[in-house]
């Protein structure tokens, strides 16, 4: 057996003193005090400070910058468009003739200095060339527009060949 240290009840009672000390002293009944009322008074209506009106870019895109983003887009296109003709047309026709033409959908997004951030190709279900689509797909089009100052997502009609 152990011996027990005698300390370590001295010490709990000792705390325990100290502690109802402090809860008596705080706890207890102020009688020359009385609790001070607390006045709310609501805060003066805040008077509204004109700023300035600072050009910036546009908020809201209006029909002439989507026609002036598809025309520029559509040019865009149409720069690339012997490029899918000699890598992705060309090839696929050698191999099966038919279909002599495919419709297709460029779906392109622009950020607001004009440069291509999204592009999907959407295939005609009628009259697609499964072959056609997944080659140019893999092309790389680093197209640019004019700068619209918003982003801008236009649809272009493209046909091959």
Same mark, same amino acid.
């Given at each position: 057996?152990? *011996?027990?240290?005698? =300390?370590?009840?001295?010490?709990? +009672? ?5 502690? !109802?000390? #402090? ?51 559509? *040019?865009?296109?149409? =720069?690339?468009?012997?490029?899918? +003709? ?5 090839? !696929?026709? #050698? ?51 004019? *700068? ?14």
């Amino acid at each position: 057996m152990t *011996a027990s240290n005698p =300390s370590i009840p001295v010490a709990i +009672v000792f705390g325990s003193m100290m502690i !109802a000390g #402090a809860l008596y002293f705080g706890l207890r009944e102020r009688s020359g005090e009385r609790p001070v009322p607390v006045v709310v008074t609501p805060m003066a209506t805040p008077v509204p400070v004109a700023t300035p009106v600072v050009p910036g870019p546009p908020s809201v895109i209006t029909p002439e910058m989507q026609a002036h983003a598809f025309d520029s887009a559509r *040019a865009a296109l149409e =720069s690339y468009r012997a490029e899918f +003709v000699a890598r992705c047309w060309n090839p !696929a026709v #050698a191999k099966q003739p038919e279909p002599a033409w495919i419709p297709l959908s460029f779906n392109l997004a622009f950020g607001a200095d004009g440069r291509i951030i999204g592009i999907g190709i959407a295939e005609d279900h009628n009259v697609h060339r499964a072959d056609v689509g997944m080659c140019m797909r893999t092309i790389p089009l680093p197209l640019t527009i004019p *700068a619209p100052g918003l982003p801008i997502t236009i649809e272009v009609p493209f046909s091959l060949p």
